[in-house]
């Protein structure tokens, strides 16, 4: 009987830490041995890729934004990561980073930077077309206060989910834009008011005419006559010598001839180094918080 107890304890203790290894490893899986890649889209090839060196996730918090962060995938990669950078690093540090990683394919990355208490949001690629940097922009302005407030992981999945939205030709809330369209309407119609008064306003100026009556309005002229005296006649030879040319304007032909090769050169040579400009591109916005 005590064999039979011992037995049973045993088998039901090796379940339990098969169970617990199995859950600990599923849990693991979830993110690839280097801690970044955590999900890669059968379909399209595009992962999820999570680099949190700030440590502004928890485990729990990581799960659930990689979940809502699998659906951007069909449309490119998607990028979260921390750092704490130096103020003006955080645009060229997203840029690179991205490029490093996944070189020209299309996609999203989300930086917080720490340092310089910035959110950055850039389109590489195909995605810039929609996600533009303006998008960008108005995309950071409406989660800013989720960072701000230490909700980082309501800020992460808000980001993908507009920008999915805005690749999807959805609308979304753009408050800033719509008030600063506003302002601007607003002087513009002051400027044109102005302009409007200023010329109902404005006398026309008199003509000719106008002032030449003016003057002799008060004039009265009688017995008008004119006498002609002291008319005199010169009369000028024309000089027998004759008139030297001048020379030097084809030489200075010649120059000007020789100045437009150099400037054809000089213009071949700008386009020969124009067309090593790099392909890649992206969109950027950015907000403090």
Do not use: W
Not at 24 to 46: E, R
Not at 235 to 249: A, C, Q, R, T, W
Not at 251 to 264: G, I, P, Q, R
């Amino acid at each position: 009987m005590r064999r039979y107890k011992f037995r049973s304890y045993a088998f039901i203790s090796v379940a339990f830490i098969s169970v617990l290894l199995s859950v600990l490893l599923s849990k693991a899986a979830v993110f690839a041995s280097d801690g970044k890649s955590a999900y890669t889209n059968p379909d399209t090839g595009y992962e999820v890729y999570i680099d949190d060196s700030e440590g502004l996730l928890s485990e729990v918090e990581k799960e659930t934004v990689v979940e809502e962060m699998k659906s951007f995938t069909q449309f490119g990669n998607a990028v979260f990561i921390s750092a704490n950078l130096k103020p003006g690093q955080a645009e060229r540090y997203a840029a690179s980073y991205y490029e490093n990683t996944f070189g020209g394919e299309n996609g999203a990355i989300f930086l917080v930077d720490m340092g310089d208490r910035l959110l950055v949001l850039q389109g590489h690629q195909d995605v810039d077309r929609l996600l533009t940097s303006s998008k960008c922009n108005s995309i950071m302005d409406n989660v800013y206060r989720y960072a701000g407030s230490q909700a980082y992981d309501r800020c992460v999945i808000t980001v993908f989910d507009q920008a999915e939205a805005v690749l999807l030709e959805q609308r979304i809330a753009q408050p800033f834009k719509y008030i600063t369209n506003i302002f601007l309407s607003v002087i513009l119609a002051f400027l044109i008011g102005f302009i409007v008064l200023g010329i109902t306003m404005a006398k026309p100026a008199p003509t000719r005419k106008e002032i030449l009556n003016g003057l002799f309005s008060g004039c009265n002229i009688t017995d008008r006559s004119v006498v002609l005296q002291n008319v005199n006649k010169i009369y000028s030879p024309i000089s027998s010598g004759s008139s030297g040319g001048s020379g030097g304007s084809h030489h200075s032909s010649s120059h000007h001839s020789s100045s437009h090769h150099s400037s054809s050169h000089r213009s071949s040579s700008s386009h020969r180094s124009s067309s090593h400009h790099s392909s890649s591109h992206h969109s950027s916005g950015s907000h403090h918080f």
